[in-house]
């Protein structure tokens, strides 16, 4: 069974930074693709950075620039480094995988880390 474990959320006046990573288990198959979402208060869930197989980062207009997306040293793990943040940052943040062999896609979620910035 794939398991999704996030950490390193916290409370972080604005200006601040904080790290997150995700951990997974249960898979001897490289993931695809892993991102990073994030749900605030009576909002729809929304990606905000990805990272491909190859390397390949995406972004969300609003990390441009002060988010960084990196798969790990140990397999299937991926971290964000978040600097300056903003009280518009406070959120859940969610890891997400996406698994392909064959025709087959398999999509995993982690449990989420709360993120508050205070201003």
């Known amino acids: 069974q794939v398991q999704l474990q996030e950490s390193g959320g916290g409370l972080v006046q604005s200006g601040g930074s904080l790290r997150l990573s995700c951990v997974t288990s249960?898979?001897?198959?490289?993931?695809?693709?892993m991102a990073w979402y994030r749900q605030a208060p009576g909002k729809e869930r929304e990606l905000v950075a990805e990272?491909?197989?190859?390397?390949?980062?995406q972004y969300t207009d609003s990390a441009k620039g002060r988010f960084t997306i990196s798969r790990g040293n140990a397999f299937n793990t991926v971290h964000l480094q978040m600097n300056d943040l903003k009280p518009e940052d406070t959120a859940v943040y969610f890891c997400h995988s996406v698994l392909r062999i064959s025709a087959h896609t398999a999509n995993y979620w982690g449990q989420g880390t709360q993120v508050t910035v205070s201003s």
């Open positions: 249960g898979s001897r198959h490289r993931f695809d693709t």
């Open positions: 990272i491909n197989s190859g390397g390949k980062r």
